[in-house]
């Protein structure tokens, strides 16, 4: 089992920035992949951005150039970093890990506002 826990979001205006952290516990060496999700209002949930454990990474289309993702030293950290916020950023970010065995993990996500 793994047990994920988010933290950074909040309220910040458009054009700022804002940087979100996952800290993982458990199993953490069964995880192979860890990521970003998010979910507005009336949307589904979708990929934000993603690292696998070897350090590659994949973002959606809408945040390239615009977020980064990385892995902290103790590789069972991750985070978001998010520039250039705009008000269709909002919504509730979840952080997501998959393990060897295909399992997913989620966090009980973070609620990010961006609004003037």
């Known amino acids: 089992q793994v047990q994920l826990v988010e933290s950074g979001g909040g309220l910040v205006q458009p054009g700022g920035s804002l940087r979100l952290s996952c800290v993982a516990s458990g199993n953490i060496f069964s995880i192979n992949y860890m990521g970003w999700y998010r979910q507005a209002p009336g949307k589904e949930r979708e990929l934000v951005a993603g690292?696998?454990?070897?350090?590659?990474?994949n973002y959606a289309d809408s945040v390239k150039g615009r977020f980064t993702i990385s892995r902290g030293n103790a590789k069972n950290t991750v985070y978001l970093q998010m520039n250039s916020l705009k008000p269709e950023d909002t919504a509730v970010y979840y952080c997501?890990?998959?393990?060897?065995?295909?399992?997913?993990?989620w966090g009980k996500g973070t609620l990010l506002t961006v609004s003037s």
């Open positions: 997501n890990a998959e393990g060897v065995n295909g399992m997913h993990y």
């Open positions: 690292v696998t454990s070897g350090g590659s990474t």
